[in-house]
T-cell receptor
């Protein structure tokens, strides 16, 4: 079975700082990878996803993530965070193909200080 | 975009009663819906996969007799928490898959259940 680990549980940054959130998964086969964001009081929204092709994926709101197959990693990055990026971020993995279940990491709470 | 709704958004009930939560895909048909439970400061835990017209597939450790799932149509799945107890208090989230979006799942806003 697949699993996901997020190394940072709580990150505090000042506005304009750069962000990188770690995500590693374990599964030997082909996977789809996702980053979701949950703003305070709101539901989960998809930030970006990787299915195949270019391992550098660009998402909404200036976020990007890079799939490194050899490291089983899918780290999320943003060059300059804003206060509005304060939220909880979840990395997720799904075995490729069909309506397979999505396995979520434990989440990283990002707090951006103005 | 694809929209998934849940009703109610918040429910408080007495211990021993049953609560039904609805999950609807508003603008697309979803042959598969998923039910998750989110604990405070923890990740989402998949409870079950719901397929239209067939029995739900439950994850290990999830009591199927306690958490009844019915996927009656391509746009509606329901989760019934039977004989609820305070330890069932949680945030329940559903998601629905849409083939056109590469099998991406779209999440509902969640239902906060509090059992007194």
């Amino acid at each position: 079975a697949q699993s996901v680990s997020q190394h940072n549980h709580h990150v505090i940054l000042s506005e304009a700082a750069s962000l990188e959130l770690g995500c590693n998964y374990s599964y030997g086969g082909t996977v789809n990878l996702f980053w979701y964001v949950q703003y305070p009081g709101q539901h989960l929204q998809l930030l970006l996803k990787y299915f195949s092709g270019d391992p550098l994926v660009k998402g909404i709101k200036g976020f990007e993530a890079e799939f490194i197959k050899s490291k089983f990693s899918f780290n999320l990055r943003k060059p300059s965070v804003q206060w509005s990026d304060t939220a909880e971020y979840f990395c997720a993995v799904r075995v490729s193909g069909g309506y397979q279940k999505v396995t979520f990491g434990t989440g990283t709470k990002l707090q951006v200080i103005p | 975009g694809a929209v998934v709704s849940q009703h109610p958004s918040r429910v408080i009930c007495k211990s021993g009663t049953s609560v039904k939560i609805e999950c609807r895909s508003l603008d697309f048909q979803a042959t598969t819906m998923f039910w998750y439970r989110q604990f405070p400061k923890k990740s989402l835990m998949l409870m079950a996969t719901s397929n239209e017209g067939s029995k739900a597939t439950y994850e290990q450790g999830v009591e199927k007799d306690k958490f009844l799932i019915n996927h009656a149509s391509l746009t509606l799945s329901t989760l019934t928490v039977t004989s609820a107890h305070p330890e069932d208090s949680s945030f329940y989230i559903c998601s629905a898959g849409r083939t056109r979006e590469g099998n991406e799942q779209f999440f509902g806003p969640g239902t906060r259940l509090t059992v007194l």
